[in-house]
């Protein structure tokens, strides 16, 4: 996979996980671990993706 085909994947998976967040806090029944589980994943998707995009730039 080249670089750009990983960065375009790699924002596909941050706005999946953005969609599953918000999905999981419009439910009746909250479960913060899975909601603290997803933002953590998103947060590790979103520096990978920073590294990416800075390594490209250069």
């Known amino acids: 996979m080249t ?3 990983h960065i ?5 998976r941050h706005q ?3 969609r ?4 999981e806090l419009q439910s009746r029944q909250v479960d913060d671990l899975m909601v603290s ?3 953590r994943k998103k ?3 979103k520096d990978e993706l920073s ?3 800075g390594a490209t730039r250069q």
């Open 3 to 5: 670089t750009e085909g």
């Open 8 to 12: 375009a994947a790699l924002e596909r």
């Open 16 to 18: 999946e996980l953005d």
């Open 20 to 23: 599953q967040i918000q999905s």
């Open 37 to 39: 589980a997803l933002k």
């Open 43 to 45: 947060l590790e998707v």
């Open 51 to 53: 590294k990416l995009q």
